[in-house]
């Protein structure tokens, strides 16, 4: 999962299996949370979205989970395959007043393995 | 939609030399974000447009860097003079609204290495 800090986490699975990855955000009063992938060389590509009305919410083979007692979203990724090896980042932002910041973790590095 | 547009993909200058990166964002998309991301920093947001007016640029590193946003089509980060540590990549992203509970949607980002 995230963590602060220098070293990248990482997660290896094997092709076919579900993915969890793991994000404690920092500010109980965000509101609005992204999961990003980002491939080697590439910019973050949003996968999906949640607001804090929300506990859940699904995509297509993603599901976001949010557990705002804690501060921790998780990304689940069902039947991960190669092309899903990439870093993802979680990014929380509260919506009211003049914050537009998106406030990202650090990344956790999903290999994928054949 | 072709997403958002940077330009160029890639630089590599001299310390010293300035530096211009390009960014256009996506057509309709009224908020503007320069980001820095290094592995031992992250994302960093270096500055935010709405409606091409700059709102917050404390993120900026120093006096050398600037940024402009001549109309709702076209964005500038400038770097001068330029210096090794600011070798990264640099990535605009754009949204639509005032930038705050929506999704922010990047570009393939600028790599830039100063020797």
């Known amino acids: 999962g995230e963590s602060v800090g220098l070293h990248l986490p990482t997660l290896s699975v094997q092709e076919g299996d579900n993915s969890i990855i793991n994000c404690a955000y920092s500010n109980s009063a965000s509101d609005y949370f992204i999961w990003y992938k980002q491939e080697s060389g590439k910019g973050p590509q949003f996968i999906i979205d949640?607001?804090?009305?929300?506990d859940k919410r699904q995509g297509q083979r993603v599901t976001v989970l949010l557990n705002k007692t804690v501060k921790h979203l998780s990304l689940q990724i069902a039947a991960t395959q190669p092309g899903d090896s990439a870093v993802y980042f979680c990014a929380e932002n509260y919506s009211g007043g003049s914050n537009y910041k998106l406030t990202f973790g650090k990344g956790t590095l999903l290999t994928v393995n054949p | 939609d072709a997403g958002v547009i940077q330009s160029p993909r890639h630089e590599v200058t001299e310390m010293g030399q300035e530096v211009t990166l390009r960014c256009k964002p996506i057509?309709?998309?009224?908020?503007l974000f320069w980001y820095r991301q290094t592995m031992m920093r992250g994302l960093e947001l270096l500055i935010y447009f709405n409606n091409n007016v700059p709102i917050d640029d404390s993120g900026m590193p120093e006096d050398r860097f600037s940024a402009k946003m001549p109309n709702a089509s076209f964005s500038t980060l400038k770097i001068q003079p330029s210096e090794p540590r600011d070798s990264a990549v640099y990535f605009c992203a754009s949204s639509w609204g005032s930038g705050r509970g929506e999704t922010q949607y990047f570009g393939p980002g600028t790599r830039l290495l100063v020797l």
């Open positions: 057509s309709g998309h009224n908020s």
């Open positions: 949640i607001r804090s009305n929300m």
